[in-house]
């Protein structure tokens, strides 16, 4: 039976329907309650968590008079706007009560997908994780349009996983996992307790399957896609019906859910992102000392490097060369080359000085390099 007990950092995506009431378009009090009580327990036994919740435009709906029917996109961030406020306060009360600081964060597509804007993104999440705090995303729909916008949350939790290293993503939702057809319509319809694999078959059963309420975007379908991407960066995924008070205490007690396997864990698929996928923008140049220190696990600070070639951005990939020119280490650069230039040779409290800001001590942070 798979519990969380073996988790460290964990995602808890809420979906509209099960936060909100759907005919009176309010919050369900009791439920986030109870499990912003289990969010405390959990911290207690050391682990981290973040929430990723909707329910923004759900509330919002009511608050503008809205309800029961199809919205426009500017309607839906008029919404947004209108319940995101509603449902920060929300989570702030209801964690408060449990002696938790929580702390808002608004993401659009950018903030995942740009090598920059999710460098920033992650340094923010984990400095809070690191303070004991809860994050609380959503996507920031007031002003993400179609084209920039994930539109449902399981993918954004999904690549909030990645980005964190997350090891369990928790998809709360309103039906108890994956069947291999829509059990609303299909009495054969059989429940899958455990994927190994993300087959193509699989992905297919995600199709037509929605989930029933009329409040969220995902259905079925976004949650697989949101396996899929949390599974291949070493995240573990579970789908269940969160709908009861006290989800996690009875995921933990053995109640039906779909659980998917990850591969690998999220350090190792890290390291194969750094140094497999991403195709390097330049090199940077670094001296005996630096290459001594990165062997043990150190940063490269801006000290440690000689020279630099290519042309690369905050967030690329670049690598990482001895004077000898051997390759000895890959890793996401905290500095534009332009900015790089002017600082490498000198000492990082140095940094602000000389370009005036700084964006933290180090060229590389350690855990953004893989050392070969
Ligand atoms: N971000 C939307 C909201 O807060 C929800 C998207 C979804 O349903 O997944 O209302």
Known sequence: ???????????????????????????????????????????????????????????????????????????????AAAGQSLLTLAYEKALNKYGITTAQALLTLNDTEDRRRWLNARSTLDTLLLLGAVPVINENDTVATDEIRYGDNDRLAARTAQMIGSDTLILLTDIDGLYTSDPRFNTDAQHVPQVEVLTDEIMEMGTGINTQTNLGSGGMATKLIAARIATQAGCRVCIMDGRKNKPLQRLNLGERATWFTAKSNPKSARIQWISGTLKPSGSITIDEGAVKALKMNKSLLPAGAISLSGNFYKGDAVMIIDENNLEIARGLVSYDKIEAEKIIGFKSEDISNILGYENGPVLIHRDNLVVM
């Open 1 to 79: 039976m798979a519990t969380l007990e073996i988790s460290n950092r964990i995602i808890i995506k809420i979906g509209s329907a099960i936060l909100v009431d759907s005919e009176k378009g309010v919050l369900r009090e009791d439920w986030l309650d109870s499990l912003c009580k289990e969010v405390s327990e959990l911290k207690v036994s050391g682990k981290e968590v973040t929430i990723v919740s909707s329910g923004a435009i759900a509330l919002g709906r009511s608050r503008l008079g809205l309800q029961n029917r199809k919205l426009t996109l500017s309607e839906k961030q008029a919404c």
